[in-house]
């Protein structure tokens, strides 16, 4: 290991990473603290988390508002390719680490920085996420993971933080572990670890729990142009505005909440509960006007692409080309997901009930049951027989065996 001289420490102003700030220092003889903390959507007061970054010895702390392009380069493409990990999680920690990484590096060169640390454990994704995202942009960057390193946990870094005049917060938020921005929250750790526990429902700030959601359903209509949102009740609005907006509104009528066990990429199991109002009722909205526009070849094919594309960001690989190439795939696929889908939102579930395109392979006409529709049923009789045709055979020499 060389010898950090100045570290950029990734820093969410929390009792693990206070304690990192003057630790590492302690450890590596001296070296020069340089923090970054991001404002993804988190909704937490980020001007103390400077200050106290000061307070505690850090040469310069930076807080830098990253919302528009998380928003712009990371949530856009995860709606067009309707990203879910294991069919339920939509990403909301994933996605925000290679920005983070991205940011990382680029302070480390303009600080002369030779060194990056961060929080993780050794248990998770995001310490994969975070260093194949930093070695991807710099390879030679220093990479130090304290609380991975020192074995680090809650009642020794309490103990620590007491010994090293690092104030406590005030609510030590100890039951639980947290992340969130504004793509969603991830709650793990305590009476969670149960998988057979049913998650209390003072956890959420996010969605309500179902049961004290309103009675009144609340429809809202979202505009997409190729796969973009641009509009909510026909209100146009920037990505940022629009996951706000459904944050808000599914939120209340308790969408988003995801109870899973997933499948690590160290191995482990583990039992998370996520809160995602926006992205659970963007990508529902999504893969129906998708559906709808595409045909039945590509709503065959996509989803494999779009499965692939949710488990790279979810290994840590969004800067292998495959990610990119997906992409680009996924974004031609939605040339023409364009038009307006009604969903509505009731005590926990985000319905679609209607979608409206000029591009759907879609025609009334022919689908009708009324009378005057254009579809010639003799054509159905000679499908038939060609279509099972081989199926008919090996039925017939089934017999034989
Ligand atoms: N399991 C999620 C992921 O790997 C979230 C990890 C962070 N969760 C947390 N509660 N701190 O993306």
Known sequence: MVQPKRVVLLYSGGLDTSCMLKWIPQKYDGCEMVTLTLDMGQG???EFAKQKA????????????VREEFANRFLIPAVQANALYQQQYPLATALARYLIAEVAVDLAHRTGSDTIAHGCTGKGNDQVRFEVGIRSLDPDMNIIAPIREWDLMRDDAIIYAKENDIPLPDQLNKDYSVDANLWGRSIESGVLEDPNHEPPSDIYTMAQPPEQA?????????????????????????????????????GKAGVG????????????????????????????????????????????????????????????????????????????????????????????????????????????????????????????????QLWGLSTVIAQKSKEKV
């Not at 000061?54 to 508002?65: F, R, T």
């Not at 709503?299 to 979810?314: C, H, S, T, V």
């Not at 009731?346 to 000029?358: F, I, L, M, P």
């Open 44 to 46: 937490e007061d980020l």
């Open 54 to 65: 000061l307070d505690l010895g850090a040469i310069e702390a930076h807080v830098i508002d």
């Open 214 to 250: 309103p009675d009144q359903a609340d429809y809202v209509t979202i505009t997409f142009e190729k796969g973009v949102p641009t509009a909510v009740d026909q209100q146009p609005m920037s990505m940022i505005q629009i996951v706000e907006t459904l944050n808000e509104r599914a």
């Open 257 to 384: 909440i995801i109870d899973m066990v997933e499948d690590r990429v160290v191995g482990l199991k583990s039992r998370e509960i996520y809160e995602a109002p926006a992205a659970v009722t963007l990508i529902t909205a999504h893969r129906d006007l998708e559906r709808f526009t595409s045909t039945i070849h590509q709503n065959e094919f996509k989803p494999m692409i779009d499965q692939r594309w949710g488990e790279l960001i979810y290994k840590g690989l969004w800067f292998d080309p495959l990610r990119e190439s997906l992409q680009a795939f996924v974004e031609t696929a939605n040339e023409r997901v364009t038009g307006t889908v009604k969903v509505k939102l009731y005590k926990g579930h985000a319905q679609v009930v209607g979608r409206e395109s000029e591009f759907g392979i879609y025609d009334e006409n022919l689908i009708t049951y009324q009378s005057g529709h254009t579809f010639n049923q003799e054509d159905a009789v000679g499908f038939i």
